[in-house]
């Protein structure tokens, strides 16, 4: 029963370097979501897929990339991290309707240096 | 565009005391109204959803939250707080058409013996 796996937990990168966030769900769902989680902020959505095949930009796009792989997979990318961009992430799932609950991993806490 | 106010960053109750926790939105159409709990170092977890049924919503651990269009308001509330209800809460909206959850700041839930 698991959910949204997010890997890795924990990740500490030097400014410039690049890294993937990975993510899974085995819920057969539609739509999954990356959103970041700052203090004060509650939880941003950085982009989005519908569907497989489909990404969106979300309110904070900007230095990051998406890839659906398949129904089950969505992965976030930095591909020149900055210490803006240390933050605690979180990918989540839902079916494709409107009010559907969105499920989410545990997080994956990343700090840039 | 939707957006989401929780009012009150802290709040800090008794063990026993009601726990009453605030949120406006702002949709320009009806709106599906969400509350996630976040327990220190773990994911969201969905305690209830308004989805235009009853427009008062009985969720898990005991909290409930009201509906209430004319004041744009979705508040969570609880009876009686016990320890383990110490979190932090958000609020957040969804709207037909539009998968994706827009969050409130988070209202931190402090539980005094």
């Known amino acids: 029963n698991a959910g949204v796996t997010q890997t890795p937990k924990f990740q500490v990168l030097k400014t410039g370097q690049s890294m993937t966030l990975q993510c899974a769900q085995d819920m057969n769902h539609n739509s999954m979501y990356w959103y970041r989680q700052d203090p004060g902020m509650g939880l941003r959505l950085i982009y989005y897929?519908?569907?497989?095949?489909?990404?969106d930009k979300g309110e904070v796009p900007n230095g990051y990339n998406v890839s659906r792989l398949n129904k089950r997979e969505f992965s976030l990318r930095l591909e020149s991290a900055a210490p803006s961009q240390t933050s605690v992430y979180f990918c989540?799932?839902?079916?494709?309707?409107?009010?559907?609950?969105?499920?989410f991993g545990e997080g994956s806490w990343l700090t840039v240096v | 565009a939707q957006s989401v106010t929780q009012l009150g960053s802290h709040v800090s109750v008794s063990e026993g005391a009601l726990v009453l926790l605030r949120c406006n939105y702002s949709?320009?159409?009806?709106?599906?109204l969400f509350w996630y709990v976040q327990y220190p170092n773990q994911g969201l977890q969905l305690l209830l959803k308004y989805t235009s049924a009853a427009t008062l919503v009985k969720g898990i651990n005991g909290f409930e939250a009201e509906f209430k269009k004319s004041e744009t308001s979705f508040h969570l509330t609880k009876p009686s707080a016990h320890m383990s209800d110490a979190a932090e809460y958000f609020c957040?909206?969804?709207?037909?058409?539009?998968?994706?959850?827009?969050f409130g700041s988070g209202t931190r839930l402090q539980v005094q013996p």
């Open positions: 957040a909206v969804s709207e037909e058409g539009r998968r994706a959850l827009t």
């Open positions: 989540a799932s839902s079916e494709a309707r409107g009010g559907n609950t969105i499920y």
């Open positions: 897929s519908a569907s497989e095949g489909t990404t």
């Open positions: 949709s320009s159409v009806p709106p599906y």
